[in-house]
C-alpha cells in the first residue's frame, strides 16, 4: 500500500519548484522560519481510496485526492499561480510524457486529473485571494 505521507512530499516538492513559489503541506508555507508572502500554495490531502487487493495487501492500486489552494494578493496573481499549478500537476510534452515527474519509491502514478477548478474567491476583508484546486492522481506498484 502507499505510504500518503510521501505521496504528499512529492507533490509538495514539484509543486514548489515547478511554480516557483513556496508550497505548505496543510499550512502556510515558511521560508527563512517566517510566513510566505503570497503568491503561495498550500497542499491538502484529501481522500485516498483502494482498488482491488485487501487493505493489507502491498500490491494494490490507489487514488489520492489533493486540494491546491493558491494564495495571492490579487485576482491576476491567482489566476497566474493556479495557471502554473495546473500545468506543473498536468502538463504534458510532445511526446505525452509528464513535464514534471511526481516520484514515489516502489509506485508508478498512472493518471492525473483535475477534479475541480473553483476559480478565485476573493476576500477583501483579508486582501487575499483565494483559488482552490483539485487533482486526483492514480497510483499502481512499479514493476520491475
Known sequence: MIERRLVTQALG??????TGKPCGAGALPQVDGKPAEPPYSVLR???LTLDGAPFTDRHEDSDTYYQVDCVARTHAQAEWLADRVRTAVLGRDT???W???LT????SCYARE???DAGPEDDPAAVIVSYVIRFQLRWTPATG
Open 95 to 97: 511526446d505525452g510524457a
Open 99 to 101: 513535464l514534471h515527474a
Open 45 to 47: 490531502s484529501l481522500t
Open 13 to 18: 516538492a514539484l509543486l514548489a519548484t515547478a
Open 104 to 107: 514515489v519509491p516502489g509506485f
Open 114 to 116: 483535475l477534479a475541480l
